[in-house]
């Protein structure tokens, strides 16, 4: 029997389905039977639950382990197994380094004890070490290998509930599918992911984990390729799925696009604030517009629009917001503007499709190829990044042809400005965004003709509002 020490336990379990800790609970059990009998007394407990030591995340109790190792608190360690400690041979060395020198013995549970002082029980403790680290890449492996023939074969592969389907990730749940249809709608007609999650959040929705929305959440789950009834792998569709679709694919295609584009921004700050800030244009630089207000001492100026120079263009937002709402309603209000929501008639999806699909079965096949030795590294790369080009301008075409939801109950109703009133502004935003080109020019020098003292000074030829 071993000298009387001070042991530190140590725990660890990579995945705790139940949350109850369940796991490594029993295995501190086990740890403090083979202490008493060893004689040993207990001076700590640190656990790591629901962690994996093969990802190499950060493991708080080990970290503490070794840090009550090198202060002299501890000089002992218990532990159910030895794959409890290490899953990486990089660990074991630190942990040999630690314990070496300070003639740390290691007692488990399972494999008995590993003697760190000798070199035959180094070399036993690594052994260890190799074995546990291909466990588990076999492990990982055979899960990916089960994955990927699971998504080929259209099946759920397993996890958290995805939202608008039942537990069996399969059957729609027709609730929780209205929603996502709703707010795919909202995306298309041109509103910003915050303004969606507040409706949702004020609705009472809630996510499949039953927590309030956040734009990040809701933006993950509108461009899930299973909302069209399509199979992913690692990023990449590989198929048709045996679940319901939600979504039709061009909708699901149009989505992804909006909330793909680089140009999109869905935070809430000054810049959008403003109906034009970042979608009109100076008309000598061709930078996007933004939205400042100064201070001098203790007068606030009002809102101006000017590029980033803050040189060639500086105009009033208030009353350049007005003038462009009046020429986009002027615009809505005439009687041809019902033909805006006629879908483009050159636009062939069946075609776009069955483009996509051969790239997509280009992309596997360069796969093949790389494995096989016929392409190398850079071949694959450059290949890759010119298919993934032409998959984007094809996302792109499909996405324009649903865009026409923008104008969706705005140039079809009685009164468009009425409409207008109540629409919030990342709608008003998308409608000018289709409609026309804003380009605010460089000041005249003097006063427009006409103009009177006393009355608000603009003139709107300094503002040019092309159609698209």
Same mark, same amino acid.
């Given at each position: 029997?071993?000298?009387?020490?001070?042991?530190?336990?140590?725990?660890?379990?990579?995945?705790?389905?139940?949350?109850?800790?369940?796991?490594?609970?029993?295995?501190?059990?086990?740890?403090?039977?083979?202490?008493?009998?060893?004689?040993?007394?207990?001076?700590?407990?640190?656990?790591?639950?629901?962690?994996?030591?093969?990802?190499?995340?950060?493991?708080?109790?080990?970290?503490?382990?070794?840090?009550?190792?090198?202060?002299?608190?501890?000089?002992?360690?218990?532990?159910?197994?030895?794959?409890?400690?290490?899953?990486?041979?990089?660990?074991?060395?630190?942990?040999?380094?630690?314990?070496?020198?300070?003639?740390?013995?290691?007692?488990?549970?399972?494999?008995?004890?590993?003697?760190?002082?000798?070199?035959?029980?180094?070399?036993?403790?690594?052994?260890?070490?190799?074995?546990?680290?291909?466990?588990?890449?076999?492990?990982?492996?055979?899960?990916?290998?089960?994955?990927?023939?699971?998504?080929?074969?259209?099946?759920?592969?397993?996890?958290?509930?995805?939202?608008?389907?039942?537990?069996?990730?399969?059957?729609?749940?027709?609730?929780?599918?209205?929603?996502?249809?709703?707010?795919?709608?909202?995306?298309?007609?041109?509103?910003?992911?915050?303004?969606?999650?507040?409706?949702?959040?004020?609705?009472?929705?809630?996510?499949?984990?039953?927590?309030?929305?956040?734009?990040?959440?809701?933006?993950?789950?509108?461009?899930?390729?299973?909302?069209?009834?399509?199979?992913?792998?690692?990023?990449?569709?590989?198929?048709?799925?045996?679940?319901?679709?939600?979504?039709?694919?061009?909708?699901?295609?149009?989505?992804?696009?909006?909330?793909?584009?680089?140009?999109?921004?869905?935070?809430?700050?000054?810049?959008?604030?403003?109906?034009?800030?970042?979608?009109?244009?100076?008309?000598?630089?061709?930078?996007?517009?933004?939205?400042?207000?100064?201070?001098?001492?203790?007068?606030?100026?009002?809102?101006?629009?000017?590029?980033?120079?803050?040189?060639?263009?500086? &105009? !009033?937002?208030?009353?350049?917001? *007005?003038? =462009? +709402?009046?020429?986009?309603?002027? @615009?809505? %209000? $005439? #009687?041809?503007?019902?033909?805006?929501?006629?879908?483009?008639?050159?636009?062939?999806?069946?075609?776009?499709?069955?483009?996509?699909?051969?790239?997509?079965?280009?992309?596997?096949?360069?796969?093949?190829?790389?494995?096989?030795?016929?392409?190398?590294?850079?071949?694959?790369?450059?290949?890759?990044?010119?298919?993934?080009?032409?998959?984007?301008?094809?996302?792109?075409?499909?996405?324009?042809?649903?865009?026409?939801?923008?104008?969706?109950?705005?140039?079809?109703?009685?009164?468009?400005?009425?409409?207008?009133?109540?629409?919030?502004?990342?709608?008003? &935003? !998308?409608?000018?965004?289709?409609? *026309?080109? =804003? +380009?605010?020019?460089?000041?005249? @020098?003097? %006063? $427009? #003709?006409?103009?009177?003292?006393?009355?608000?000074?603009?003139?709107?030829?300094?503002?040019?509002?092309?159609?698209?």
């Amino acid at each position: 029997m071993e000298a009387s020490r001070r042991a530190a336990v140590y725990v660890r379990i990579s995945r705790d389905k139940e949350g109850a800790g369940l796991g490594v609970e029993r295995q501190e059990a086990d740890c403090r039977a083979l202490a008493e009998q060893l004689g040993w007394t207990i001076v700590a407990v640190h656990t790591d639950n629901d962690l994996s030591a093969y990802s190499g995340k950060p493991r708080p109790g080990y970290a503490a382990l070794l840090a009550d190792l090198r202060a002299g608190t501890a000089d002992a360690v218990v532990v159910w197994h030895t794959d409890r400690l290490h899953r990486r041979p990089v660990e074991l060395e630190d942990y040999i380094a630690v314990c070496e020198p300070r003639g740390v013995p290691t007692q488990t549970v399972k494999a008995g004890p590993i003697d760190l002082a000798t070199p035959a029980g180094r070399m036993v403790a690594r052994q260890l070490g190799a074995v546990g680290r291909y466990e588990v890449e076999h492990m990982v492996e055979r899960q990916q290998r089960a994955r990927l023939q699971a998504a080929t074969a259209g099946k759920w592969g397993g996890g958290r509930r995805p939202y608008g389907y039942g537990p069996d990730g399969v059957t729609v749940d027709q609730a929780e599918a209205d929603t996502l249809r709703w707010a795919a709608a909202q995306v298309l007609a041109g509103r910003a992911l915050n303004a969606i999650t507040a409706d949702l959040n004020r609705q009472g929705s809630r996510t499949s984990t039953g927590r309030g929305w956040r734009s990040t959440e809701l933006r993950r789950v509108l461009v899930r390729p299973r909302n069209a009834a399509l199979a992913q792998h690692r990023g990449q569709v590989v198929g048709p799925a045996a679940w319901p679709a939600i979504l039709a694919e061009d909708t699901w295609r149009g989505v992804v696009a909006v909330l793909s584009d680089p140009g999109r921004r869905t935070n809430t700050s000054v810049a959008r604030r403003w109906l034009l800030s970042g979608l009109a244009v100076c008309g000598v630089c061709g930078d996007p517009v933004r939205s400042f207000s100064a201070s001098a001492r203790r007068r606030n100026t009002n809102p101006v629009y000017t590029c980033r120079t803050g040189k060639h263009v500086v &105009r !009033a937002a208030a009353a350049v917001d *007005a003038f =462009v +709402t009046q020429v986009i309603l002027e @615009r809505l %209000r $005439r #009687p041809d503007a019902r033909e805006l929501l006629t879908p483009d008639p050159t636009a062939d999806t069946a075609a776009l499709h069955l483009q996509d699909a051969a790239l997509a079965e280009r992309l596997v096949e360069l796969g093949r190829l790389y494995g096989d030795g016929v392409i190398d590294a850079p071949q694959l790369q450059a290949a890759t990044a010119a298919i993934r080009s032409q998959r984007e301008r094809i996302t792109a075409q499909l996405a324009a042809t649903s865009r026409g939801s923008v104008l969706a109950g705005v140039v079809d109703a009685p009164d468009p400005a009425a409409v207008w009133a109540g629409l919030d502004l990342s709608r008003r &935003r !998308a409608i000018i965004d289709t409609l *026309a080109v =804003v +380009t605010i020019l460089p000041a005249r @020098r003097g %006063r $427009r #003709p006409g103009w009177q003292a006393g009355e608000s000074y603009f003139d709107p030829r300094t503002v040019a509002v092309t159609p698209k």
